[in-house]
């Protein structure tokens, strides 16, 4: 006769066994398309030597090249998750991998800055959907504790991207000038387009949108996954915004969207400035350059993984988040003042882009632990909408700080300092409103506990 500590053990088993399948199968395929989407949307940075000389863009015209992607992005957010939920991520998440594909490559064939902008605009309507998409296929798959190492694991395609971008890029641009009559820039478009079509046949043919629907799980893992994810879809049903709606009238939800909006107006920066940053540091050739911008990218994906496998720990903490705004916010300071001083300069960028990344994927498990069904397809979308906005903001304004004060890079950074340092106050108000209301709440016996998600 078995004992509950057998029971449980075989359970613990039958648990450990079904998410190491669900790893192995899936977080392969969504990181190499993380890491192509990423790829793809920062590739305009090491194409903007060749665009300027083509169509003479100033910095404040390539800010507008590199942001407008955010505004298709943004208009096409939420319905695409919308869509998601009523057909699967299994069939939209492979369409949008296929459309970004064959737009990335027509972005070679552009002939002037109008139709420049208009691709990198119909990229980010056809690319809408893909991240927030990804994370609520996560929450189907995954229980809180190892949701929030598997975000991280994911978003460490931020870093890798723009590190092993950097270097392969910088080899296309001394490789491929003049190759079948086209400029080396146009060749950075076509070659980082086409791994997204392939990966949109990769992803329909390998994933499924539901435990319940995967036949490489046993009965015994499926039905695990189905009793511990339904139990935590309930939970976060009992404070969660019921409907689509209903999030768009959520303080909470509302908070979030401030929060990552700053967050990433300090982030995003770093990605299509980064080689502009790096170059006025010292006198580097383009393959040179590719792999110095590499470094600070490369030590972010470690930062990024470590923390995550930290924070899983405290899912529903808004600590680790402080933690990471505080560091980048005074390694952005420290850059701004020591740019004289190359060496130093390059460390402090280095530790600030380290935060920052890390920050991003740390931020996840707030939203994640509190929004579900309908609601969270909408409340993600929108939050990652709002995020991203900052992608049209901060690089345009850093451009235009840029032109205004003759090529300042210094001052240009207190957009990235600013964005940290209201990012770090409005999460620490946020969790410091959450703890009042747990301090508040009545005891067990006259009702029912009020759930804390951001403490």
Not at 427 to 442: D, H, K, N, W
Request: contains cysteine.
């Amino acid at each position: 006769m078995s004992t509950a500590p057998d029971i449980k053990e075989h359970a613990d088993a039958v648990g450990a066994r079904a998410l190491r399948k669900v790893t192995w199968r899936l977080m392969p395929v969504l990181i190499a398309g993380y890491f192509v989407s990423y790829v793809d949307r920062i590739n305009i940075s090491f194409a903007k030597f060749g665009l300027t000389e083509s169509f003479g863009l100033s910095a404040t015209g390539f800010g507008f090249a590199a942001g407008i992607f955010f505004v298709g992005y943004i208009l096409f957010e939420v319905p695409s998750n919308l869509v998601q939920h009523r057909v699967g991520a299994r069939i939209w998440l492979s369409r949008i991998m296929l459309t970004w594909g064959v737009i990335a490559v027509a972005t070679a064939f552009v002939n002037s800055a109008a139709t420049l902008y208009a691709a990198r605009f119909l990229l980010g309507a056809a690319e809408a959907g893909f991240f927030p998409g990804i994370i609520v296929f996560l929450a189907r798959w995954y229980p809180n504790r190892e949701r929030t190492r598997m975000i991280a694991v994911l978003m460490m395609a931020i870093p890798l991207s723009s590190a092993l971008a950097g270097p392969f890029n910088g080899w296309i641009l001394s490789t491929f000038e003049g190759t079948l009559g086209l400029e080396a820039w146009r060749w950075v478009f076509i070659i980082g387009g086409l791994p997204a079509v392939a990966l949109a046949f990769v992803f329909f043919f390998t994933v499924a949108d539901s435990p319940a629907k995967a036949p490489w799980l046993t009965s015994a893992e499926r039905d695990w996954l189905d009793r511990t994810l339904a139990a935590e879809e309930a939970e976060r049903q009992e404070a969660a915004p019921l409907g689509h709606w209903e999030v768009f009238r959520s303080g909470r939800v509302l908070t979030l969207c401030l929060i990552y909006f700053l967050l990433q107006c300090g982030a995003y920066p770093l990605v299509y400035w980064m080689p502009s940053v790096i170059d006025e540091l010292g006198n580097f050739s383009k393959t040179e350059l590719g792999f110095v911008t590499a470094v600070p990218f490369a030590f972010a994906a470690v930062g990024m993984y470590v923390a995550g496998r930290k924070a899983s720990r405290h899912s529903r903490s808004a600590m680790p988040v402080i933690l990471a705004l505080a560091v980048s916010f005074v390694a952005f300071i420290a850059t701004a003042l020591s740019l004289e001083a190359a060496a130093l300069a390059f460390v402090m960028i280095t530790i600030a882009t380290v935060a920052a990344q890390t920050a991003k994927p740390l931020f996840w498990s707030l939203p994640t632990a509190y929004l579900s069904g309908a609601a969270a397809a909408t409340g993600i979308a929108l939050i990652n909408s709002m995020g991203n906005a900052a992608g049209f903001v901060s690089p345009f304004a850093v451009g235009w700080i840029q032109d205004a004060t003759g090529g300042n890079v210094g001052v240009s950074m207190s957009v990235m300092i600013a964005a940290d340092a209201l990012a770090l106050i409005t999460v620490v108000i946020l969790a410091l409103r959450s703890r009042g209301e747990r301090t508040a709440q009545p005891s067990p016996k006259a009702a029912a506990p009020v759930k804390d998600t951001v403490s």
